[in-house]
Structures are given as structure tokens and as C-alpha cells.
């Protein structure tokens, strides 16, 4: 039987939910292919999110958020949906990780942070007023199979991006 291409989770913008959030996106990964260092970034940009939800959106509220999780081909995609106060993503400034530390703001990378894990990182908002950050991951692929000249030969097509 195959794993399936979309999973979804319910909860509440509070800050005790982050572990099990965290377990879900670590089993959907895994069920969805991601390496575990893949897994690990994907995780990381949803905790990231989802804490700005619980501190922004809600504004340390409660409210419904809504995960989904869905592989498209190659890709690992996350929707986080809220019902907070809509984000701007444009308003946040980009931040210099260049500068000293004692030169920086606190706080400010989370969306710096979601943007390097992840492949592609879009707000929407739809008219129902659910605000939703999707993110996408592409699975870095490097598919083998056996020749057909010698069996102690494998053939390996590389897929997307080598690190």
C-alpha cells in the first residue's frame, strides 16, 4: 500500500501544539520521501511559521490553525491556514546577517529562515478570511537502476540539484 499525497492536520494556535506539529510534518516528510535533512529544513521553516502565527497572527490568542500537507511529483508542499491578522510579507525588511550582532535588531529572521530552508515560500488570502503561507520543498532525486550491460554496474540519473 502507498503512502498518500495529502495530510492534514487541525489544531490551535497554542505554543504547546508545536511538538505535535512538528511530529506530523516529520512523519508526513518521511512518508513522502524527504531525506532526513530534507525533513529536518521542512520542519524547521513550519515551526518558524507557525510560531508567527501564534505571535502575530493571533497575537498570543487562540484561533484555528489548519496544516496540509501534500506531495505534488517532486515536491513537498505545506499550507499553513489562520484566520489571525493577515501578514504582509513585504513589510518586513530583509534582514543583514552580515552585520555585527550587537549592530542587529532581535528578532526579524523567521521569514529569512523559512525562505532559505524551503524552495519557494507565497502568502495568499482568500476571501473567506483565511490567510495561508505555502511553502514548497523539492525533493533533491538521484534515481539508480540496474544496467543492462553488467549486473556490478549501477546507472545513476541525477534529478534537480546536487549538494
Same mark, same amino acid.
Given at each position: ?6 495530510? *492534514? ?5 497554542? +505554543?504547546?501544539?508545536?511538538? &505535535?506539529?512538528? /511530529?506530523?510534518?516529520?512523519? #508526513?516528510?518521511? =512518508? ?46 505545506? *499550507? ?5 491578522? +493577515?501578514?504582509?510579507?513585504? &513589510?518586513?525588511? /530583509?534582514?543583514?546577517?552580515? #552585520?555585527?550582532? =550587537? ?61
Amino acid at each position: 500500500m502507498s503512502a498518500p499525497d495529502r495530510y *492534514t492536520l487541525k489544531t490551535t494556535s497554542r +505554543p504547546e501544539n508545536l511538538a &505535535s506539529i512538528a /511530529e506530523f510534518i516529520s512523519n #508526513a516528510a518521511a =512518508d513522502c520521501g524527504l531525506t532526513e535533512q530534507e525533513a529536518y529544513y521542512a520542519q524547521m521553516a513550519v515551526d518558524e511559521a507557525v510560531t508567527n502565527v501564534i505571535e502575530h497572527a493571533y497575537r498570543g490568542g487562540e484561533g484555528p490553525i489548519e496544516i496540509i500537507v501534500e506531495r505534488r511529483g517532486d515536491n513537498f508542499c505545506v *499550507t499553513i491556514r489562520n484566520q489571525g491578522d +493577515p501578514f504582509d510579507p513585504t &513589510s518586513v525588511p /530583509e534582514p543583514n546577517v552580515d #552585520a555585527p550582532l =550587537d549592530e542587529r535588531e532581535p528578532g526579524g529572521l523567521g521569514l529569512f529562515f523559512m525562505r532559505r530552508l524551503m524552495d519557494d515560500v507565497t502568502f495568499r488570502f482568500d476571501p473567506d478570511g483565511w490567510n495561508e503561507v505555502v511553502m514548497t520543498r523539492r525533493r533533491r532525486v538521484i534515481a539508480s537502476a540496474a544496467s543492462r550491460y553488467a549486473a556490478d554496474v549501477m546507472v545513476v540519473s541525477p534529478r534537480g540539484r546536487l549538494d
